[in-house]
């Protein structure tokens, strides 16, 4: 299984960026999906995920409002809409897959990318 993470850059404070993961090897339908980010001298923290159907998302606190994940089932591929960015999440976000349809459902994020890097400048 392989994801590939994508969309990352470098973008001024108040900005957006989408970031695009494509997966590969598995069916992405019967799986919650999840996005991380790791920031330079900090462990990985959660940022938002998704149920296989797109019916239940959840976000950390400090993106509600701002980020929004999404998927596309038929092309296997989950969506981060960021939307007026901060410094601080400047970071490696990373795309996993979940062992469940539902990210609250007794499991773990089997899969990982490999990240994409996303810097906001002040």
């Known amino acids: 299984v392989q994801l590939q993470a994508s969309g990352g850059g470098l973008v001024q404070a108040g900005g957006s960026l989408r970031l695009t993961c494509v997966v590969s090897?598995?069916?992405?339908?019967?799986?919650?999906m999840g996005w991380f980010r790791q920031a330079p001298g900090l462990e990985r923290e959660f940022v938002t995920a998704?149920?296989?159907?797109?019916?239940?998302?959840y976000y950390q606190d400090s993106v509600k409002g701002r980020f929004t994940i999404s998927r596309d089932n038929a092309k296997n591929t989950v969506y981060l809409q960021m939307n007026s960015l901060k410094p601080e999440d400047t970071a490696v976000y990373y795309c996993?897959?979940?062992?469940?349809?539902?990210?609250?459902?007794?499991?773990?994020?089997?899969?990982w990318g490999q990240g994409t890097q996303v810097t906001v400048s002040s």
């Open positions: 090897g598995r069916t992405i339908g019967d799986y919650a």
């Open positions: 998704i149920t296989w159907n797109g019916g239940n998302t």
């Open positions: 996993a897959v979940y062992s469940s349809r539902w990210y609250w459902a007794e499991g773990d994020y089997e899969y």
